[in-house]
């Protein structure tokens, strides 16, 4: 069964702080993840994607994640936090062996203080 | 380029009461389509998929309905809602149900059922 475990409910960081945001799947076949960020009360936006290519991915806004298959990790990260960082934060696994599926973790809510 | 329009943006309806939330794609063809429901502090939930025309799959057991009635539209609907149906409802789309396809959000339409 496939599933996908965002570890932490809420990150706090301070502006010009790096950026972690923690996300182990599980999987048993060749997932898809994807990282998406929504602001207030709005639809959500890619951030970046990994299919099976360069395991370090990097996205929009300065994000990027490396997909780690023996960690089973897909950790978010940006070097330098900014204030319009402020948003919910979805990992996110797509597959479609045995099925179309997609997995939605419980997502990430990141506070950046001034 | 492609782009992802759904109304109404804000519903409040009273319990009972039917629904239609409609949603469109412009600037591709043969999309998928998705209707979401994100509940409050939860993640996203996958309710129903479309790959054509007339077809449409259901992921979860619900008071819900979906219709396809032309290549671009998708229709979220119910003949009587319950309080449970309140939450954040998303369409989203695909080229194709590929695992690697970047899935791409409306921006939402809140649902408050009292």
């Known amino acids: 069964a496939q599933s996908v475990t965002q570890l932490d409910s809420h990150v706090s960081v301070s502006e010009g702080t790096p950026v972690l945001l923690r996300c182990n799947y599980s999987?048993?076949?060749?997932?898809?993840l994807f990282w998406y960020v929504q602001h207030p009360n709005k639809g959500l936006q890619l951030l970046l994607k990994?299919?099976?290519?360069?395991?370090l991915v990097k996205g929009i806004n300065g994000f990027e994640a490396e997909f780690k298959k023996s960690e089973t990790s897909f950790h978010l990260t940006k070097p330098s936090a900014h204030m319009s960082d402020a948003a919910e934060y979805f990992c996110?696994?797509?597959?479609?062996?045995?099925?179309?599926?997609?997995?939605f973790g419980a997502g990430t809510r990141l506070f950046v203080k001034a | 380029s492609q782009t992802i329009h759904q109304w109404p943006a804000t519903l409040v309806q009273p319990v009972g009461s039917p629904l239609s939330l409609e949603c469109t794609v412009e600037?591709?063809?043969?999309?998928?389509l998705y209707w979401y429901r994100q509940a409050a502090g939860r993640g996203l939930q996958l309710l129903f998929y479309?790959?054509?025309?007339?077809?449409i799959s259901s992921e979860v057991p619900q008071n819900l309905s979906a219709s396809r009635p032309q290549d671009r539209q998708f229709i979220l609907s119910s003949k009587k809602l319950l309080l449970s149906d309140s939450g954040f409802y998303l369409c989203?789309?695909?080229?194709?149900?590929?695992?690697?396809?970047?899935?791409?959000f409306g921006e939402g339409s809140w649902l408050t059922v009292v």
């Open positions: 989203a789309w695909s080229l194709d149900s590929s695992s690697g396809n970047t899935i791409y």
């Open positions: 999987s048993s076949y060749s997932p898809s």
């Open positions: 990994y299919t099976s290519a360069a395991t």
């Open positions: 996110v696994v797509i597959t479609n062996t045995g099925g179309f599926k997609t997995i």
């Open positions: 600037g591709t063809s043969n999309p998928n």
């Open positions: 479309s790959v054509g025309i007339g077809q």
